[in-house]
């Protein structure tokens, strides 16, 4: 299977790269840190993105993971008197989160089958009275859930999300292990769906 990440470069990242790497798949990582392929994510933009993608076009993707995360924009220390988020990180920020995304999948070439996830978090749940603090982190996550579901409309691959909660330090394997699983067992059917981690569909965004 032909596999690339984005942001798989560090952290969890790293891990999950690693482990799908072990399982004997081919795995292309796009990273500002570690990864074949380097790239800026603060300077970059739809023409470094294309440079980027165009030597990889020969190659047929079975999987694109988007792991990739730039804040987003907002947080809970950008709200007083004092502070004002500048205007240009906010726009960076969604563009590397949200915009990306979508021409990366126009600029790659995709197998019959190929599966193209995003990584969530559960902050996009809107019952959490204190998720203001990561407004912008919230957004840009939220947006990828309905981004997503515009392309399952438009072409016959499988499209998901998941929402990891959090990694709890020292399960990083575990959680590589139990997300990758969820990804291998999709199917077109599918297709739309936002996964928890633990394999079951996320209340918050299932269909009714």
Not at 47 to 73: I, R
Not at 104 to 133: E, F, H, R, Y
């Amino acid at each position: 299977m032909n596999v690339l990440i984005f942001g798989g470069g560090s952290k969890w990242g790293s891990v999950f790269t690693t482990y799908i790497k072990s399982l004997g798949h081919d795995v292309d990582v796009i990273s500002s840190s570690t990864g074949n392929i380097k790239f800026d994510w603060r300077h970059s933009n739809l023409q470094t993105l294309t440079d980027t993608l165009t030597p990889l076009q020969h190659k047929s993707y079975d999987l694109v993971f988007f792991n990739q995360n730039a804040g987003g924009g907002l947080n809970d220390v950008w709200y007083n008197n004092t502070h004002t988020f500048p205007v240009e990180a906010w726009q960076q920020d969604y563009w590397i989160n949200c915009q990306l995304p979508y021409y990366a999948i126009k600029l790659l070439t995709l197998s019959d089958n190929a599966k193209i996830g995003w990584m969530l978090t559960g902050l996009i749940d809107g019952k959490q009275k204190d998720v203001w603090k990561y407004a912008g982190y919230a957004a840009v996550k939220s947006t990828n859930i309905h981004i997503m579901r515009g392309f399952v409309e438009h072409y016959p691959h499988t499209f998901f999300c998941i929402n990891p909660s959090w990694f709890p330090p020292g399960e990083e394997i575990k959680d590589a292990t139990q997300i990758f699983n969820i990804i291998d067992r999709l199917t077109t059917a599918d297709s739309g769906k936002v996964y928890n981690k633990n394999g079951l569909e996320w209340d918050r965004y299932k269909f009714n």
